[in-house]
């Protein structure tokens, strides 16, 4: 509770130190979501909207815009032709470097002008409740079944389906890789036993583990996450052991970025890093942080930009080597 | 009896006097925007999402289920008197509810099609008040070949059942496939047709084509033919819903057979708009006189209502419980609920039971003060078309482009909607059926990927679509319905064989 009172008056102190002078939007702000209804960049953009309204953080109106069509193309595709537009901000994730590889859509992120680097999204290896409890038993059975195994995910040649490719480099099993519309279908699918697997973000997952149906075996970073409160009856997020500690040698976190249009202004960019970091100090932030399992990370500026070439560097290898680049 | 206990502590929650307000505003907004040809449900809700985020919850839901079910009456009424459906599982009321306007029976059309989506969605509810937990891990055995084999069937009851003449639908049916091959593919990642265009990276938007097929090819027809608006006036007395009333026991099998096939449809993901052709097409097969049917049956106008209404509100099951929208309209409400934190997912009926009783409450009372208000404004609603064709054909068609573009925010689909109302007139004067080219582009693409899913989780073996009992019946089932025209004449035959005296 103190916590969240020292944030929401950090939060209101912020907002009174905002120069009379500097720019802020004329017209209701577009929050652009590259991904369907429900989905991770969807939650997380309803959240950061509840969050500027509560605070009353800008005084236009914050409304989403799902623009998911062609796997998330259609949003970058948006964002590009609205060159020099400050109304407009997108919700950024991999496909950014991913899909210009894999689809060879016309689009480049430094195209966009980077705002804020917002957190990491986790990626969990899950079977159904039924399936084998711990990642040995996984694999081993995946490699002794006469079918391959099916593993669920969203969209092709994207993460979902990069890690499975690792996953099967690293341990010689096969999987046989359904690709999905959203992480709410594959989680549904996992449920009904359609598929025996699944990589989802914890967001994607977490209410089917909450009500028993699935068994997080693994994460796929180098360090367990860090929150201990209990999520199932049992297990807290902390309790998932990572992919490494299990065997399995895989490692990959998912970048949640904003982005404004090309060609804005600077003060322009400054409003929206200012805005986004009095978002990631209001408890509603910090809960949501918690409760989907994200890594708070902030990367702004020169920093933003460094990290974006080596996030970009890594994707385009992990796509290369998985043979999932369009000639 | 739990059930009802909660049910019970769900009217609790609503009779407010707040609630009762916002339940009437819903509608009343839900059925201005489904009267305006080219809004429907969908739109309507998302345009009016953003006036529910400052409420609670509950109140929030239920002004936007009362948008939607108003949005759901508004749609039949431009289906009727306009012969432009709202929404694509309007399509198959304007078979039958225009002939009857045309015939001067649109007030009977209307009451016919309000009190069958008043009847339909009091099944779905009642089925979703009593079989909520059981209903939901049904739903989880659908996989790739149990949605594809609903696909399935839902394309060859078409063929199988259909009015019109079989190559004329399949052609129709093909190029609807074809189209639903724009943009990018969910299986392998690539983009299909697109040439290089990034407006056609989206694919075409079914809505798009609905929009313009209906909407602008009638009022391209208009014009030709002369200049007045072949909607028509319509008011309802008293003595005509009395009359429609007393008919409806004669319909009992109808009706129950669309409730049954809506709910159905509604809870295994099929969709309302399979349903209304569903229902359309079997109350026909089943029919004495099925000749009749396209001229203005007022069986063809309870079938479709009843169970696309039916499988709206079943729909909506598998949206809290799985948070899987059936529709357009349910994924928008989908969207809602995450604004007000609310995950959906087989525990949101346990942790948050207020506002799920609540909501269902509020399906009750919805449909109850909906019909009575539909009933009661229709003359207000229908006034719009005694208003001069040639004032207001530029109204539809604005109309129409404001819908086309505020589903996308694009320009390029107001020009794909006039292509399409190009290629409605042209299929209307060769005599091809459009409604096979909408279910084609709202299926395509979905029974597509069910299939693929279906073929790379199987290693290729089309055995995948009998390996158990539930998709081994559908699949059968769908080939049956596709030779159906057969396999009659054949049973015809036989029949005559073994008791030449019945013929």
Not at chain 1, 93 to 99: A, G, K, P, T, V
Not at chain 2, 363 to 369: A, D, Q, R, S
Not at chain 2, 379 to 402: E, G, K, T, Y
Request: neutral net charge.
């Amino acid at each position: 509770m103190r916590n969240l009172i020292t944030a929401a008056g950090a939060a209101a102190l912020l907002l009174t130190a905002v120069p009379a002078k500097a720019w802020e939007p004329t017209k209701p702000v577009e929050i652009v979501v590259a991904a369907g209804a429900g989905g991770a960049s969807d939650q997380m953009a309803r959240m950061i909207q509840a969050a500027i309204q509560k605070h009353n953080l800008m005084k236009q109106p914050m409304v989403v815009s799902l623009k998911g069509g062609a796997s998330g193309a259609e949003a970058l595709i948006y964002m590009k032709s609205s060159q020099g537009d400050p109304n407009k901000v997108l919700i950024a994730y991999s496909l950014i470097y991913m899909l210009p590889l894999s689809a060879k859509i016309p689009f480049n992120w430094r195209e966009l002008t980077p705002v804020s680097v917002i957190a990491m999204d986790q990626f969990v290896l899950w079977d159904n409740a039924s399936g084998p409890k711990t990642v040995k038993d996984f694999i081993a059975a995946a490699k002794a079944s006469s079918v391959p195994f099916k593993m669920g995910g969203t969209g092709s040649k994207r993460e979902d389906n990069v890690l499975t490719v690792f996953m099967e480099k690293k341990t010689g099993a096969k999987f046989a890789y359904l690709p999905y519309k959203s992480g709410g279908e594959a989680a549904t699918q996992l449920v009904g036993k359609h598929t025996e697997s699944n990589v989802n973000n914890p967001s994607e997952n977490l209410e089917v583990w909450r009500a028993g149906q699935v068994n997080a075996l693994c994460v796929f970073d180098s360090e367990r996450i860090d929150y201990k409160t209990k999520v199932t009856a049992t297990q807290s997020w902390n309790d998932v052991p990572t992919c490494k500690e299990e065997g399995l040698d895989v490692q990959y976190l998912m970048l949640r970025a904003m982005f404004l249009p090309g060609k804005v202004t600077p003060e322009q960019t400054a409003f929206y890093v200012d805005l986004f970091k009095k978002v990631s100090q209001t408890p509603e932030y910090k809960e949501y942080m918690e409760k989907q399992a994200l890594k708070p990370v902030w990367f702004e500026g020169k920093d933003m930009v460094e990290f974006l070439e080596q996030d970009d560097k890594l994707n385009t290898q992990l796509m290369t080597e998985a043979g999932f680049v369009a000639k | 009896m739990e059930a009802f206990g909660l049910l019970l502590h769900g009217f609790g929650v609503l009779l407010t006097g707040k609630t009762l307000l916002l339940m009437m505003v819903g509608l009343v907004l839900g059925i201005f925007v489904g009267v305006l040809p080219g809004l429907g449900g969908p739109n309507g809700v998302a345009i009016l999402l953003p006036l529910t985020f400052t409420m609670d919850p509950t109140s929030a839901i239920v002004m936007l289920s009362c948008i939607y079910w108003g949005a759901l009456f508004g749609g039949a009424i431009t289906s009727i008197l306009f012969n432009i459906p709202g929404e694509a599982w309007s399509v198959a009321t304007t078979f039958d509810g225009y002939p009857m306007a045309q015939q001067g029976q649109a007030a009977q059309a209307l009451t016919a099609a309000f009190t069958s989506s008043f009847i339909g969605s009091l099944c779905a509810v009642l089925l979703i008040t009593f079989l909520a937990p059981m209903i939901s891990s049904f739903a989880l055995r659908f996989g790739p070949p149990e949605f594809f084999a609903v696909y399935l069937l839902t394309f060859c009851s078409f063929v199988g059942l259909g009015r019109e003449a079989k190559h004329k639908t399949i052609i129709s049916m093909a190029l609807g496939l074809l189209l639903t091959g724009i943009g990018m593919d969910t299986i392998s990642g690539q983009l299909r047709m697109t040439f290089g265009s990034t407006d056609l990276l989206r694919g075409i938007n079914f809505l798009v084509a609905v929009i313009g097929l209906f909407g602008i090819s009638e009022i391209l027809l208009t014009m030709e033919e002369r200049l007045a608006l072949r909607g028509h006036a319509a008011s309802i007395s008293m003595r005509v819903v009395l009359g429609v009333w007393k008919d409806l026991p004669k319909y009992w099998v109808t009706l129950v057979r669309s409730s049954f096939i809506g709910c159905w449809l509604g809870i295994t993901p099929g969709g309302a708009i399979a349903a209304s052709f569903m229902g359309y097409n079997l109350a026909k097969r089943f029919s004495k006189d099925p000749d009749s049917f396209g001229k203005g049956r007022i069986e063809g106008v309870f079938a479709p209502e009843t169970a696309a209404h039916a499988s709206g509100t079943a729909a909506l099951l598998p949206m809290l419980a799985l948070g899987i929208p059936g529709s357009g309209t349910a994924a928008i409400l989908l969207g809602g609920l995450m604004v007000w934190g609310l995950n959906p997912g087989p525990l949101l009926f346990v942790e948050h039971k207020d506002f799920v009783w609540g909501l269902i409450a509020s399906m009750y009372l919805g449909n109850i003060v909906g019909l009575v208000l539909v009933l009661s404004t229709v003359p207000i609603f229908a006034s719009i078309l005694r208003v001069p064709f040639a004032a207001i054909a530029p109204m539809i068609v604005v109309s129409c482009a404001i819908g086309a573009y505020a589903i996308q925010n694009a320009m390029f689909d107001i020009w794909l909607m006039l292509l399409f109302g190009v290629v409605g007139y042209v299929f209307k004067k060769i005599g091809i059926p459009l409604a096979p080219f909408t279910l084609a582009l709202v299926l395509g693409s979905r029974a597509e990927d069910a299939f693929r899913q279906s073929m790379i989780g199987s290693g290729g073996s089309m055995g995948v679509f009998w390996s158990n009992g539930l998709v081994g019946s559908i699949t059968t089932l769908a080939i049956a319905l596709l030779f159906w025209p057969l396999i009659d004449k054949a049973f015809g035959n036989v029949r005559r064989l073994w008791n030449p005296a019945v013929t």
